[in-house]
């Protein structure tokens, strides 16, 4: 069975640029999670969608940022424009229903903002 | 304050011993507490998560859990220079949000 895919695994953009970023997470997986990592930081969270609903957007940073899962399977983040602060790694995950069901990693999306 | 504490280490330790992982967190209300470990440029993939006080067990790797003390800690026994990565450990806390807080993680290294 596959896992959890990103596309493009790595991506160099300049400074206003827009830059969309997918995540197809594993087969019949509701849960769908972003996080960043900024070089130095924490993994931080940006979204959870269950299905096509954004379940919880309270980590995306600003609203240069939109993420959508339309008929909830893969899901897109796009950036526009794109600033320097934004480079770092994104990575997706999934996850079946359940409180403490396992999330499931992309291998992540290599974003620099130049 | 940071959310969810590490040591970055690294920390070293020879193969066949017992490495230590500690992580500390600040808010009362976290319920559920996960080990992930990262390879070197790959996606994090979860070791173990536990959500009661005391000890898990499974296989090599142990976690234990203390609320009073606000601390959860993995231990790996027998470590193998396969075991070399960074452990990062997330919470979740309570109500219906998902969301992972993480720590910076912890490099160990496991020398042969």
Redesign the interface.
């Given at each position: 069975e596959a896992g959890?895919t990103q596309f493009p695994s790595h991506s160099v953009i300049e400074k206003g640029q827009t830059v969309t970023l997918r995540c197809d997470p594993i087969s019949g997986h509701d849960?769908l999670?972003w996080?960043r990592r900024v070089m130095g930081?924490?993994?931080?969270?940006l979204l959870?969608f269950v299905k096509e609903s954004k379940?919880?957007e309270?980590?995306m940073p600003n609203n240069r940022f939109l993420a959508e899962r339309t008929g909830g399977t893969y899901s897109t983040l796009k950036v526009q424009p794109a600033e320097l602060e934004d480079s770092g790694v994104y990575?997706c995950a999934s996850s079946l229903p359940g409180?403490?069901t396992?999330?499931?990693?992309?291998?992540?999306t290599r974003l620099t903002v130049v | 304050q940071?959310e969810?504490e590490q040591n970055s280490g690294p920390l070293s330790v020879p193969e066949g011993a017992i490495a230590s992982l500690n992580c500390t967190y600040s808010d009362r209300g976290s319920q559920?507490f996960f080990w992930y470990r990262q390879y070197s440029g790959?996606?994090?993939?979860?070791i173990m998560?536990i959500?009661s006080n005391g000890d898990k067990e499974d296989g090599r790797f142990t976690a234990q859990l203390n609320k009073a003390s606000q601390y959860v800690s993995l231990l790996i026994r027998d470590s193998q220079p396969s075991d070399s990565a960074t452990y990062?450990c997330?919470v979740?806390k309570i109500g219906?949000?998902?969301?992972?807080?993480?720590?910076?993680?912890t490099s160990l290294a496991v020398n042969p």
């Open positions: 959890v849960n999670y996080y930081k924490e993994i931080k969270f959870h379940q919880d309270s980590g990575f409180m403490n396992e999330a499931f990693f992309g291998q992540g | 940071k969810v559920s790959k996606s994090p993939e979860l998560f959500y990062l997330a979740r219906n949000n998902r969301k992972l807080i993480w720590g910076l993680g």
